[in-house]
């Protein structure tokens, strides 16, 4: 568990980024902008999309000073860690998926920087399969939260409860249904970015939540 040493590296990823007044269009995801939204969880990393691939070099420009001196030996996208020399790791799957990757281990923290070139058919969808948290929807959705001294974006739970969905993580579902519960939540957006069968087990959820309150 990171307890909350990943607070203090993003802040110091934040410090980094706004002191530099580089300008990348860059989203909080996962685990760590949930937390931030108010859900109780543990975060086990810090992943950061980026929206243009140049945005990925650009990150592994202002966060040199964490990489490697020599090249990566690990090759797998998931061990990889950016270099002065490989700041950028590019990775196509058979599938088509492709993305751009720069990657550190800061004060024992995973740090990504993501870009997705190619999402190879995974549904992203604003009218019934459901906003995918790393599709194109995102960027014009994202929402600014507070962050220590820092204004920051994020991926909206409305949109992440959907991927939670998808990869069958219950525990992370119910920790941002029960959020969406006691802090509200856009029920437009919901609408748009929860898939159909979701959308109705939400719903089930939240009236099984009434019914309990109310005995």
Known sequence: MLGNNWR??????????????????????????????????????????VKEQEGAAK???LLREFSLTETSENRE???????????VFHQTFPSGFSWSKARWVIDGVDV????ISNSAGIPDSTTGEGIWEGGKYIWALSKNVEFGNFTIPVVPLEIQLESNFRRNRQDRAEAIITAL????????LLRKALSSPHLAAFFKRMWQSKSLDHK
């Open 77 to 87: 996208s998931h061990t990889w860690l950016s270099s002065k020399d490989e700041p």
């Open 112 to 115: 990504e920087v993501v870009h």
């Open 181 to 188: 519960k006691r802090d509200g939540f856009d029920e437009q």
């Open 59 to 61: 990150f592994a420009e």
């Open 8 to 49: 203090s590296v993003l802040e110091k990823i934040c410090d980094i980024y706004f002191q530099a007044g580089t300008k990348i269009d860059w989203i909080l995801v996962g685990s760590a902008g949930s937390v931030l939204q108010g859900c109780d969880m543990e975060p086990g990393d810090i992943d950061i999309y």
